[in-house]
Nanobody, 123 residues
Framework: QVQLVESGGGLVQAGDSLRLSCAAS????????MGWFRQAPGKEREFVAG????????VYPDSVKGRFTISRDNARNTVYLQMNSLKPEDTAVYYC????????????????WGQGTQVTVSS
């Protein structure tokens, strides 16, 4: 089992930055593909970033490409999501997820999920 705990969310203004952290426990995440998702009220959970096991490959949807950066520190068993130039439409609960397979996927086919952290961007 892998337990994931997100932190770093909050209320910011449009154009600000936030860095989310996802601390893992239970097992080392060095063999897991890691992802970040978000879910706004009334909407489906959507993929926002993924990083490969070693960290050499990252994937982003067009909606956040160039603004969000995912990274991982396997020694600290932690994954990060740096979010810059935030927009009101980025408002959502952000979730960290771990996938035992080495493939980054943009669906919710991940094995472990955190409880989420709220990000609210005011205009």
């Amino acid at each position: 089992q892998v337990q994931l705990v997100e932190s770093g969310g909050g209320l910011v203004q449009a154009g600000d930055s936030l860095r989310l952290s996802c601390a893992a426990s239970g097992r080392p995440i060095r063999t897991y593909t890691m992802g970040w998702f978000r879910q706004a009220p009334g909407k489906e959970r959507e993929f926002v970033a993924g990083v490969s096991v070693i960290g050499g490959k990252t994937v982003y949807p067009d909606s956040v490409k160039g603004r969000f950066t995912i990274s991982r520190d396997n020694a600290r068993n932690t994954v990060y999501l740096q979010m810059n130039s935030l927009k009101p439409e980025d408002t959502a609960v952000y979730y960290c997820a771990a996938r035992a397979s080495g493939t980054i996927v943009t669906t919710t086919a991940y094995d472990y999920w955190g409880q989420g952290t709220q990000v609210t961007v005011s205009s």
